[in-house]
């Protein structure tokens, strides 16, 4: 090539034999900043308890070479708590990542599509109808959540459904259904027992207390898994920013793309619900703001569930010490997600009248 | 239609159908577009211009008849394929806000990558040359939703042509353009086409269709009523079947081209009336 081709500044690569990739030094920067972040506010939380163990000797337990009565301490009785906030907020992250991505609209997240609600009734029913039996403990709980969120999922998407998804017509079927699922979840608490009633309430707060590690395995293998098919699959997404015909023109099969990735942002949505609790915002806030911090035009992924993560595990630290009664994180992350959505409605609106 | 069997044709449309639920738009339709010339498809709103356009490049499936790339259904070959062989510029692309122009042109390299493979050398030479033959370089940096009408579309071209095909087919490139913004495209349209592509294009203004194209598709109610070069098939009596429109066809005293000069219900001295006889 000539020197008078060169003169834009393009990508650089980054190349290893037949294989590249283009070299982002401020994407690469941010996300390793999050990831640290992330582990620290981590080890901060699992550091912090009703006795509070130093920062280097939870790094030395991590790593297998801690005091015994750290070990139980952490491993035991933090670790779990810790894991499913990660888990919780990795997956509800990349979740809203993809519904905004995929609906081309900031407010397109898996708590205003309905997938969230839909999750909330079907557990609070298992909840109140079960009356106390062994299902409504644990795994039953989270594997009637995650069926709830996948069927509301489905129902939502098929109801958008008329040749083809727009985004504006995803998001008012997803208020709707959400207003709906909201409404079932009322009517069961009205008519069931009080004792069931103050148990579905502190699980529908979201919160991230009392898990045990057969909870957290089975959540953090299915997220993992999630994960692993959204980023080989999301190569495909990148043309269909553009609209469907574009991305049909350079060679995408959009629909086959939009439905996997869909079904992923829903189970990955479910999982996170299962193990927490309906967590309001994380999933909406989360992919925003690592969209501002990275100066991406659409959401990262990675940086989306990194993002996510810290905001749910940071919030529940600020529960549990900053704020008095011990509260549920729900409620904190509640408190920064709703100026957040106000602002990005007003910005939606400054935008079309300008 | 003489065009109908035209060997030199890599892209042709054999007994097409197609419709949108009862409605049938193109009715058994044939045509065959000539290689390495610019052919524009003209007619009415709600002809089926865009819809052939659009069958043509698959987006639309036909309900019978084959669409043929290269001697190939087009159904049957794999979407990468497709978009290895032909461009396509539809008529409403989504640019998100904030995405630079190397950003958006880098995108034309999709069919061509995959996940291992996302920034080649190869893709690095090819965006450089479309950003360079399109003259948009300079704005390499810029976000998209900062330029004005005309050097957007530039931008999609580039992307477009960044999938290195030299066939293009482009829905409407001028929509929304004023006249000066719209030339300029249509030049650049132009240019590739004498570096050796082969274009098809919907195009709504009559007179940049006759004084750019090498070949005209004239349409009419889901049906071809003349194809041909602009000296050939544009006649008064043509735009008044086909448009409904009083018209003078002229010579052009800029090019060698009919030039169409419309007649409306006012404003229009008694010596042209005369004329028109």
Same mark, same amino acid.
């Given at each position: 090539m000539s020197n008078a081709l060169e003169a834009p500044d393009l990508h650089r690569g980054v190349r290893v034999g037949g294989w590249s990739w283009v070299w982002r030094p401020w994407?690469?920067?941010?996300?390793?900043?999050?990831?640290a972040l992330t582990f620290l506010v981590f080890s901060v939380s699992i550091a912090i308890g009703d006795f509070t163990i130093e920062l280097p000797a939870v790094f030395r337990t991590l790593v297998g070479q801690g005091e015994r009565v750290d070990e139980f301490v952490i491993m035991d009785l933090r670790m779990p708590r810790a894991l499913v906030g990660l888990i919780a907020g990795v997956a509800l992250g990349i979740s809203g990542a993809l519904t905004q991505s995929i609906a081309r609209n900031p407010l397109a997240s898996p708590d205003v599509l309905g997938?969230?609600?839909?999750?909330?009734?079907?557990?609070?029913?298992?909840?109140?109808?079960?009356?106390?039996?062994?299902?409504?403990?644990?795994?039953?709980?989270?594997?009637?959540?995650?069926?709830?969120?996948?069927?509301?999922?489905?129902?939502?998407?098929?109801?958008?459904?008329?040749?083809g998804i727009d985004g504006f017509r995803l998001i008012l079927i997803g208020v709707s259904?959400?207003?709906?699922?909201q409404a079932v979840t009322t009517w069961l608490l009205v008519l069931a027992d009080i004792r069931d009633v103050a148990r579905a309430q502190r699980w529908l707060v979201g919160s991230l207390d009392s898990r045990s590690w057969s909870e957290v395995w089975a959540s953090l293998w299915i997220m993992a898994a999630l994960v692993l098919v959204v980023l080989v699959v999301s190569f495909q997404l990148r043309p269909m920013h553009f609209g469907d015909d574009v991305a049909a023109g350079l060679g995408v099969r959009y629909s086959a793309v939009r439905a996997v990735l869909l079904l992923c942002a829903v189970l990955l949505a479910g999982v996170a619900v299962s193990a927490a609790g309906p967590v309001?915002?994380?999933?909406?806030v989360g992919p925003q703001i690592s969209m501002r911090l990275m100066r991406t035009p659409v959401p990262p992924l990675i940086a989306s569930g990194l993002f996510g993560a810290l905001l749910l595990i940071g919030s529940d630290l600020v529960a549990r010490t900053v704020l008095p009664n011990d509260l549920p994180v729900g409620i904190v992350t509640a408190i920064i997600g709703g100026p957040f959505l106000v602002y990005l409605l007003v910005r939606a609106n400054v935008k079309r009248a300008a | 239609m003489t065009a109908l069997r035209n060997d030199a044709a890599r892209l042709g449309a054999e007994g097409v159908t197609v419709g949108y639920a009862d409605r049938v738009v193109l009715d058994?339709?044939?045509?065959?577009?000539?290689?390495?010339?610019?052919?524009?498809?003209?007619?009415?709103?709600?002809?089926?211009?865009?819809?052939?356009?659009?069958?043509?490049s698959r987006l639309l499936k036909p309900r019978q008849g084959t669409v043929l790339l290269d001697g190939h259904d087009i159904a049957r070959l794999r979407t990468k394929d497709v978009a290895k062989r032909m461009g396509l510029l539809p008529q409403t692309p989504i640019a998100p806000e904030g995405?630079?122009?190397?950003?958006?042109?880098?995108?034309?390299?999709?069919?061509?990558?995959?996940?291992?493979?996302q920034w080649s050398s190869d893709d690095a030479d090819v965006v450089a040359k479309a950003l360079h033959m399109t003259g948009v370089a300079d704005l390499a940096h810029r976000p998209v939703d900062s330029l004005s009408g005309g050097q957007r579309q530039r931008v999609?071209?580039?992307?477009?042509?960044?999938?290195?095909?030299?066939?293009?087919?482009?829905? @409407?490139?001028? %929509?929304?353009?004023? =006249?000066?913004?719209?030339?300029?495209?249509?030049?650049? !349209?132009? *240019?590739?086409?004498? $570096?050796?592509?082969?274009?098809?294009?919907?195009?709504?203004?009559?007179?940049?269709?006759?004084?750019?194209?090498?070949?005209?598709?004239?349409?009419?109610?889901?049906?071809?009523?003349?194809?041909?070069?602009?000296? @050939?098939?544009? %006649?008064?009596?043509? =735009?008044?079947?086909?448009?409904?429109?009083?018209?003078? !066809?002229? *010579?052009?005293?800029? $090019?060698?081209?009919?030039?169409?000069?419309?007649?409306g219900r006012t404003h229009v001295v008694s010596k042209s009336d005369q004329d028109l006889g």
């Open positions: 994407i690469v920067l941010v996300t390793v900043v999050l990831a997938i969230t609600g839909g999750a909330s009734a079907t557990a609070v029913f298992v909840v109140t109808a079960s009356g106390g039996a062994a299902i409504a403990n644990s795994i039953g709980l989270s594997a009637a959540a995650l069926t709830g969120g996948l069927l509301t999922g489905l129902l939502v998407y098929f109801m958008a459904w008329k040749k259904v959400s207003a709906v699922m309001p915002f994380v999933a909406l | 058994n339709l044939d045509v065959a577009i000539p290689t390495g010339v610019i052919t524009t498809v003209i007619g009415p709103n709600g002809c089926g211009k865009s819809t052939l356009l659009r069958t043509l995405l630079t122009v190397a950003d958006l042109v880098a995108r034309g390299r999709h069919p061509h990558q995959s996940w291992v493979r999609w071209i580039s992307m477009t042509l960044a999938q290195g095909t030299d066939l293009l087919l482009l829905d @409407e490139p001028t %929509t929304y353009l004023d =006249l000066a913004h719209a030339i300029d495209v249509i030049d650049l !349209v132009d *240019d590739l086409h004498e $570096s050796g592509c082969t274009i098809v294009m919907v195009l709504h203004d009559l007179n940049l269709a006759v004084r750019y194209s090498d070949n005209l598709i004239v349409m009419r109610s889901g049906s071809i009523v003349a194809q041909g070069h602009p000296s @050939e098939v544009i %006649t008064s009596e043509l =735009l008044l079947e086909t448009f409904g429109l009083q018209a003078k !066809v002229i *010579d052009d005293p800029v $090019s060698e081209r009919p030039l169409i000069v419309p007649i």
